[in-house]
Each structure stands twice: as structure tokens, then as C-alpha cells.
């Protein structure tokens, strides 16, 4: 699911790159959550666009913009004030979201 701003994978890479160290468990949260945002792009690229209503899938690319600009301002939080413990919050609310917005709406 492409939208005109930066994914959320390039994103949490870009972060992995930059210039603040980070322990591997903060490693591990953004291999996680980059995982779930192309499990979601795969889920909806492939099952919900065959599957679900058009409502649906204007649900899952709104939902996905908010994810996705709410990941972009955790981060650009994060490179300014440094706060770990908030991005790395953010980051597993990310992937657990992205997890749980792959089912089907009952009679789709």
C-alpha cells in the first residue's frame, strides 16, 4: 500500500542508519514493526483487495496514513529530544496495530 509520504519501513530503516545509537532490542523492535508493515502491504495487496468492500479498503489506507504520519512525527520526536523509551512505545503500538487491522470484516 503506497501513499504519498514515506513509508513506515523506510522510516524505522532510515532510523536504524542514523546518526543516535541504538541497543539491539531497539533494533529488534523496528525489525518487528518493519515487518509488520509489509506483512499488512502484502495482506492488503493481495487478500483484502480481493476480498473486502471498497469501504474496507478506504478504512485500511486511512488507517495506514495515521499509522504512518504517527511514525514519522515518533521519530522526528525522537531525533530531536532523544526519548527512547517513547519511539520505542510507539514502534511496538505501530506493529501491534498493523497486525491487528489484517482480518476481513465479517460477511466480506
Known amino acids: ?10 522510516s524505522l530503516i532510515g532510523l536504524l542508519h542514523g546518526g543516535k545509537p541504538r541497543g539491539l ?3 529488534a ?6 515487518a509488520a ?3 499488512f502491504n502484502l495482506w492488503v495487496g493481495t487478500i483484502a483487495k480481493q476480498q473486502t468492500t471498497e469501504e474496507h479498503m478506504i ?3 486511512d488507517l495506514y496514513d495515521r ?3 504517527a511514525c514519522l512525527l515518533a521519530v522526528e520526536v525522537f531525533e530531536a529530544r532523544g526519548d527512547s523509551a517513547m519511539l520505542d512505545r510507539s514502534i511496538q503500538s505501530l506493529a501491534r496495530q498493523l497486525l491487528e487491522a489484517r482480518v476481513l470484516p465479517s460477511g466480506a
Open 1 to 10: 500500500m503506497s501513499t504519498e509520504q514515506e513509508s513506515i519501513g523506510s
Open 25 to 27: 532490542e531497539a533494533v
Open 29 to 34: 523492535l523496528c525489525a518487528e514493526a518493519i
Open 37 to 39: 508493515d509489509a506483512r
Open 59 to 61: 478504512e485500511l489506507v
Open 67 to 69: 499509522l504512518t504520519s
